[in-house]
């Protein structure tokens, strides 16, 4: 396989990601800290992932502003949201994917020695 042709589908592969992830709204389904169930703490947040990369956790007070990115390659997410309080500063890391399909995505990370296991669906 040619270099072109490689990088041909690796940008249709990047496309997919961008589109599965901008397409709709996600809410945490279940996030599972050090063993601790803290989903409920995300139920007032609903996330909208954009293509330049910014992403909005909204809520009934108003919107929490970060940052994400996809690596479709390596199977891993990064969030980063500067300036959130806790829970959304908890999505804060780099994820790797475990299992996915168009509407629902699990990841999991290590944060200062604590796993954490996420859990989006799409609305």
Do not use: H
């Not at 397409?23 to 279940?30: A, E, I, L, P, T």
């Not at 919107?63 to 806790?86: C, H, L, Q, R, Y």
């Not at 509407?103 to 200062?112: E, G, I, L, N």
Request: charged share 25%.
């Amino acid at each position: 396989m040619g270099l072109s042709c490689k990088k041909a589908i690796e940008d249709k592969k990047e496309d997919l990601v961008l589109d599965a992830m901008t397409n709709g709204r996600w809410y945490v389904y279940s996030f599972v800290d050090a063993g601790q169930d803290i989903t409920a703490s995300f139920s007032p947040y609903e996330f909208q992932f954009y293509r330049d990369g910014k992403v909005s956790g909204l809520s009934s007070t108003g919107e929490v502003k970060g940052t994400w990115d996809g690596d479709p390659n390596a199977m891993t997410i990064s969030a980063s949201f500067p300036e959130a309080g806790d829970p959304v500063k908890k999505l804060n890391a780099l994820w790797k994917v475990v299992d996915n399909s168009w509407d629902y995505v699990k990841a999991q990370t290590t944060v200062d020695g604590s796993a954490r296991q996420l859990y989006l669906k799409k609305k």
